[in-house]
């Protein structure tokens, strides 16, 4: 067996802001598995290594990558350990070698979703921007069918932000439109709980990461107090061991984590996280990471098989110009696989 790994450049049809700054392209790394003497049927994965946020964003990043390629046989059977430190890469190779085993096609788990005869409910994304621009993409959204929207919060003037949200709240009841907000960590600890006491009157359904990760005291203090349930996110990564993710979810009591498979190491990594939570009695959903359509599709199918039926962040596909030609295809406020539409896989 062997293993090819190639870069690409993945450009975003406008900038968008989040609380780190405004992105104009993401790169991200396609890795194939295939047998030298047939090395036209592959197993194909994505390595979405999201530089200034993965665990893998390090410096030997691109000497890992040449040692898959140099030396496979050090990783195809023992991944899960061997790259526990690299959560991108595991990803990328956990479904490489699914799609190799399961029918060289990009469908790994076989499913009403993949027949084209169910969907996945996904939330609307708001990115940053100015006040007109955060207003458009919720007419947008809405106009499209979701009724469930999430909005990044933390780039522009908190008021100006509260001034958006009751504005859709003055439009749209919570039984009518479920509101979610993602701080991306924004929020100075200081004044945190402050500003969740000003959204709690928005009838939100929970806030993503209000302050950085690694502030274990104070995230334990919010969730304590918070008017607003909390959801974990980037808190996640870089926790690759059972017991401290036992450890983390028992002292912080979070309301809900959020799962990226690519930031918390694919989906055996992530299903340890949520069978946790489970014993816990603490809630969660998926969210996809700026993938490509090969990374979105493996996860999609993998959230399906999960049967929950809460809304899922797996909307992002549609955000670049230069995404890989798939059947995926959103529908109102859902992720549909159509079969009947070819894969074009021609990098």
């Excluded at 190639?6 to 968008?16: D, G, I, Q, S």
């Excluded at 290594?49 to 691109?62: A, K, Q, T, V």
């Excluded at 919570?174 to 009838?203: I, T, Y």
């Excluded at 359904?205 to 502030?215: F, L, V, Y």
Aim: hydrophobic share 40%.
């Amino acid at each position: 067996m062997k293993i090819s790994i190639t870069k690409y450049a993945l450009n975003f049809k406008r900038p968008v802001g989040t609380s780190r700054g405004i992105l104009k392209k993401k790169n991200t790394w396609f890795i194939k598995v295939y047998n030298s003497n047939n090395p036209d049927v592959f197993g194909l994965g994505e390595i979405n290594m999201f530089e200034g946020l993965s665990y893998d964003y390090r410096p030997n990043f691109y000497e890992k990558l040449k040692d898959l390629e140099n030396k496979p046989e050090d990783y195809l059977f023992n991944f899960h350990y061997s790259l526990k430190e690299f959560p991108a890469i595991r990803f990328g190779l956990e479904t490489a070698l699914l799609d190799y085993k399961q029918s060289q096609n990009r469908i790994i788990f076989p499913s009403d979703f993949v027949s084209g005869s169910a969907g996945i409910p996904i939330n609307g994304l708001i990115w940053m921007g100015d006040k007109g621009f955060m207003k458009a993409q919720i007419k947008q959204k809405m106009e499209a069918g979701f009724r469930c929207l999430k909005m990044k919060i933390g780039a522009i003037n908190f008021e100006q932000e509260l001034q958006i949200l009751q504005s859709i709240r003055n439009e749209f009841h919570s039984e009518d439109l479920e509101l979610r907000v993602d701080a991306n960590g924004a929020f100075h600890p200081s004044s945190a709980l402050e500003k969740l006491e000003q959204l709690s009157a928005l009838s939100l359904h929970s806030i993503e990461q209000p302050i950085r990760q690694g502030n274990t005291e104070t995230m334990k203090e919010l969730c304590r107090q918070t008017p607003i349930p909390i959801a974990l996110d980037e808190e996640l990564i870089g926790i690759n061991e059972i017991e401290k993710k036992k450890q983390l979810l028992q002292e912080i009591k979070p309301q809900y984590i959020i799962l990226k498979p690519a930031l918390t190491g694919g989906f055996e990594a992530s299903q340890e996280w949520i069978d946790i939570a489970k014993e816990q009695d603490i809630a969660w959903w998926i969210t996809s990471a700026l993938e490509s359509n090969i990374g979105l599709n493996a996860i999609a199918q993998w959230t399906y098989q999960l049967k929950t039926d809460v809304y899922q962040g797996l909307g992002t596909g549609q955000l670049f110009t230069n995404n890989i030609r798939s059947p995926l295809f959103i529908e109102k406020d859902q992720l549909f696989y159509h079969p009947e539409e070819a894969w074009e896989i021609n990098y």
